[in-house]
Nanobody
Framework: QVQLVESGGGLVQAGGSLRLSCTTS????????MGWFRQAPGKEREFVAA????????NYADSVKGRFTISRDNAKNTVYLQMNSLKPEDTAVYYC?????????????????WGQGTQVTVSS
């Protein structure tokens, strides 16, 4: 069983920054591709960013390109999401997810394990 625990959410003003972390249990973290998704109130969960098992390949939603950066530290079993130039429309619960094949994916059904989420609120 793989457990994912997100942290780093909070309240920030527009234009500010936050860094989310997601730490996983187990010894096979380095074999997972990892993704970040978000869900705003009244909306469906959507893809934000993904990273391959090695960290060599990343993918971003158009809405966050140039502002968010996904990275990972396989020695710490942790994936990060650095969020800069935050906007009120970035307000959502952010979830990290793990995918057993190490290749990145952008859709929810392609991920096998999910965290409980962390709230990010951006005030205007």
């Amino acid at each position: 069983q793989v457990q994912l625990v997100e942290s780093g959410g909070g309240l920030v003003q527009a234009g500010g920054s936050l860094r989310l972390s997601c730490t996983t249990s187990g010894r096979t973290f380095r074999s997972y591709a990892m993704g970040w998704f978000r869900q705003a109130p009244g909306k469906e969960r959507e893809f934000v960013a993904a990273i391959s098992w090695s960290g060599g390949i990343t993918n971003y939603a158009d809405s966050v390109k140039g502002r968010f950066t996904i990275s990972r530290d396989n020695a710490k079993n942790t994936v990060y999401l650095q969020m800069n130039s935050l906007k009120p429309e970035d307000t959502a619960v952010y979830y990290c997810a793990a995918r057993v094949p190490g290749t990145i994916a952008t859709s929810i059904p392609q991920y096998d394990y999910w965290g409980q989420g962390t709230q990010v609120t951006v005030s205007s």
